[in-house]
């Protein structure tokens, strides 16, 4: 079987320029994936008519095309006219469209205290589609809109990330993207994540245990000290498949933490539910990041009770109750000062269990006892503790994310018991 190719098309000039991070680009591509799809590529253009007319024409001649961006009231939102001329479709005014949008544009007017006609140009445009294209709804004002062209078709989205995926999710029902699906085969995946190991061990684990072809395709992708291996398996490759799972696991045991994609903070968040924990932390260098990641989880609520950002001194000693002595002894950043940390955390939050960050990002207040990038770690509950410190490469962003994932790795092995892990 032919696996249908997609192409996916990320438009603004605010993505060009480097203003902003691409995030449609990858969520597309993994939906795609998931569902036997090859996404051949994905172009980010900007707001030019000739360069995102030229990325549309390519796309069009993909079996599906998903389009992002570009659906607003203004003059440099031109993706439905560059869609429907690369269609060779004409344009209609859609009424329901119109009026849906209307009313919400009527209260925003109403609200801002201005007359509806500065708004009505932008309405009429936005509810502007091709002819044959049919409405997905509304995210906001922007309509997503689903076109058949040729042998192919066009799926058209907002470009905000959670306009976006509200969108897609209506997209994947509509009938002739359900046609597209229907010709493919979802593969069958394997998914081993790792983390303290070494991209070079996973590599050489991989070829010792036979390498992949014969079927299966593998990649490894280094994410700040995680290795993620995934395997695409074709049909009739699953033993050949299991094999080498298995013969890359066993080199690698004490450094394989899932064989899904949950991330690290939901199997921290997993553990502590499953034992009946709960859980907070206290953050210096990492200003909150650690909280950020658990409170991106769904239900974090039922275990993470919350953070304390200690950034200054005064701050760690009146909340945290870490002693000024203490401070004045080994620093802020010490080994001494997030245990300190954690034991506060746990005491002034009630929380069973505590993870502490401390360290210097950088790019400056580092010295040779105490170079930029160099973290401390503690984790602790009502079983025990476990520290780690480390000296993490990169700039100041890369620093703070890797002591992030770090400290949620710390958690994990605690709730797991796994001491026979490097921390």
């Given at each position: 079987?032919?696996?249908?190719?997609?192409?996916?098309?990320?438009?603004?000039?605010?993505?060009?320029?480097?203003?902003?991070?691409?995030?449609?680009?990858?969520?597309?591509?993994?939906?795609?994936?998931?569902?036997?799809?090859?996404?051949?590529?994905?172009?980010?253009?900007?707001?030019?008519?000739?360069?995102?007319?030229?990325?549309?024409?390519?796309?069009?001649?993909?079996?599906?095309?998903?389009?992002?961006?570009?659906?607003?009231?203004?003059?440099?939102?031109?993706?439905?006219?560059?869609?429907?001329?690369?269609?060779?479709?004409?344009?209609?005014?859609?009424?329901?469209?119109?009026?849906?949008?209307?009313?919400?544009?009527?209260?925003?007017?109403?609200?801002?205290?201005?007359?509806?006609?500065?708004?009505?140009?932008?309405?009429?445009?936005?509810?502007?589609?091709?002819?044959?294209?049919?409405?997905?709804?509304?995210?906001?004002?922007?309509?997503?809109?689903?076109?058949?062209?040729?042998?192919?078709?066009?799926?058209?989205?907002?470009?905000?990330?959670?306009?976006?995926?509200?969108?897609?999710?209506?997209?994947?029902?509509?009938?002739?993207?359900?046609?597209?699906?229907?010709?493919?085969?979802?593969?069958?995946?394997?998914?081993?994540?790792?983390?303290?190991?070494?991209?070079?061990?996973?590599?050489?684990?991989?070829?010792?245990?036979?390498?992949?072809?014969?079927?299966?395709?593998?990649?490894?992708?280094?994410?700040?000290?995680?290795?993620?291996?995934?395997?695409?398996?074709?049909?009739?490759?699953?033993?050949?498949?299991?094999?080498?799972?298995?013969?890359?696991?066993?080199?690698?045991?004490?450094?394989?933490?899932?064989?899904?994609?949950?991330?690290?903070?939901e199997l921290a968040l997993d553990l502590c539910r499953a034992r009946g924990?709960?859980?907070?932390?206290?953050?210096?260098?990492?200003?909150?990041?650690?909280?950020?990641?658990?409170?991106?989880?769904?239900?974090?609520?039922?275990?993470?009770?919350?953070?304390?950002?200690?950034?200054?001194?005064?701050?760690?000693?009146?909340?945290?109750?870490?002693?000024?002595?203490?401070?004045?002894?080994?620093?802020?950043?010490?080994?001494?000062?997030?245990?300190?940390?954690?034991?506060?955390?746990?005491?002034r939050l009630g929380a069973d269990v505590a993870i502490a960050v401390t360290?210097?990002?950088?790019?400056?207040?580092?010295?040779?006892?105490?170079?930029?990038?160099?973290?401390?770690?503690?984790?602790?509950?009502?079983?025990?503790?476990?520290?780690?410190?480390?000296?993490?490469?990169?700039?100041?962003?890369?620093?703070?994310?890797?002591?992030?994932?770090?400290?949620?790795?710390?958690?994990?092995?605690?709730?797991?018991?796994?001491?026979?892990?490097?921390?």
């Amino acid at each position: 079987m032919i696996r249908p190719r997609a192409v996916v098309v990320v438009t603004g000039s605010e993505l060009v320029r480097g203003d902003r991070r691409d995030l449609n680009g990858p969520f597309l591509a993994g939906e795609l994936v998931r569902r036997g799809i090859e996404p051949a590529r994905i172009l980010i253009v900007g707001d030019r008519e000739d360069e995102l007319a030229g990325a549309l024409g390519e796309g069009l001649r993909a079996d599906l095309c998903v389009v992002s961006g570009g659906l607003g009231p203004t003059h440099d939102d031109r993706t439905v006219e560059l869609v429907a001329r690369a269609a060779g479709a004409g344009l209609r005014v859609d009424e329901d469209l119109h009026r849906q949008i209307g009313d919400i544009s009527r209260a925003f007017a109403q609200r801002m205290n201005r007359p509806y006609v500065d708004f009505e140009q932008g309405v009429r445009k936005q509810a502007t589609i091709p002819e044959g294209a049919v409405s997905l709804g509304l995210a906001g004002t922007a309509p997503g809109l689903v076109l058949e062209a040729g042998e192919g078709v066009v799926v058209v989205l907002p470009g905000p990330p959670g306009e976006l995926q509200r969108l897609w999710r209506e997209a994947v029902e509509a009938e002739p993207v359900r046609r597209v699906f229907a010709r493919a085969q979802p593969p069958d995946v394997r998914l081993l994540r790792f983390f303290g190991a070494s991209e070079s061990a996973v590599a050489k684990a991989l070829a010792d245990a036979g390498g992949d072809g014969d079927g299966v395709e593998a990649t490894i992708c280094a994410r700040d000290f995680e290795i993620h291996v995934d395997m695409y398996v074709q049909p009739g490759a699953e033993a050949r498949a299991d094999e080498l799972v298995s013969g890359l696991a066993a080199p690698l045991e004490r450094y394989l933490f899932s064989r899904d994609d949950r991330r690290v903070e939901e199997l921290a968040l997993d553990l502590c539910r499953a034992r009946g924990l709960t859980l907070a932390t206290a953050e210096s260098c990492t200003g909150g990041m650690v909280a950020e990641r658990l409170t991106s989880v769904p239900g974090s609520s039922q275990v993470f009770l919350g953070g304390i950002v200690a950034y200054a001194d005064e701050v760690k000693a009146a909340e945290l109750g870490v002693s000024p002595e203490l401070l004045e002894r080994h620093g802020a950043v010490s080994a001494e000062t997030a245990a300190a940390m954690a034991a506060g955390a746990r005491q002034r939050l009630g929380a069973d269990v505590a993870i502490a960050v401390t360290g210097i990002a950088g790019p400056g207040g580092g010295s040779e006892e105490k170079p930029v990038g160099l973290v401390y770690l503690h984790a602790e509950g009502p079983f025990g503790s476990r520290s780690a410190d480390f000296v993490f490469p990169g700039d100041r962003e890369g620093i703070r994310r890797r002591a992030a994932i770090t400290a949620l790795h710390l958690v994990r092995r605690l709730l797991a018991h796994r001491r026979d892990e490097p921390a």
